[in-house]
């Protein structure tokens, strides 16, 4: 049976938060950004606990809130959004990502963000793995140097210093890392439809997302 659900997959910096923040609330459906997911289990591991202590802490304490603009993450009502937007956590973040008990800790949870009224979720293996049975599939892209440019410009506004070039190096290999490990590889699902937004403003992709997701209301 297909799942209310729009999965946004690709690789990072190529727009998927934003293209998911807008369909959910297009939509009207809830969104899991499992990328902060990820982030918020590298914030915990920083802090030296077990990974059987970690997903029960995730539960308990985590709560996502959603408005237009971005998803605010509370530890226990203390906003550490912006400690996990850092460039440092995300690096973190995708060397937990290759490991198995990570993966294992993390699917349940990211499964339960799910509700019959729908849901977008954005990611890695979305609509591979947490959500086969999704009702559309996109496989979001754009090439380097333009999603480089875009995490510059982000992290610039949140007041982050960063060099271009070491972000491209960076996403380089992380495209590298993400698209060649064994567990959870990052490819386009069979049935997912693919998107280059190398020369498409927000509002082009958005347009044209939106048009894919007739019936699904």
Known sequence: MKLNVVTIDGPS???KGSLARNLAEYLHFSILDSGLLY??????????????????????????KFNHKDVIVLNDQE???????????????????????TRENLLSIQRNFYQNKGLVADGRDMGTVVFPEAKLKIFLTASVEIRAERRYLEL????QEV?????????????LKDSTRTLSPLIPAEDSVVVDSSDMSIEEVLSFTKKLTKGIK
Do not use: W
């Open 79 to 101: 906003d550490i959004t912006s400690e996990l937007r850092s460039e440092k956590m995300a690096k973190k973040a995708s060397e937990l990502s290759s490991l198995p008990t």
């Open 39 to 64: 982030r918020v289990y590298a914030y915990f591991h920083n802090l030296n606990l077990g990974t059987e202590e970690i997903p029960l802490l995730i539960q308990k304490d985590i709560s996502f």
């Open 163 to 175: 060099n271009m070039l070491a972000l491209i190096e960076d996403i380089k290999q992380r495209d």
């Open 13 to 15: 910096a190529s727009g």
């Open 156 to 159: 610039q506004n949140r007041g």
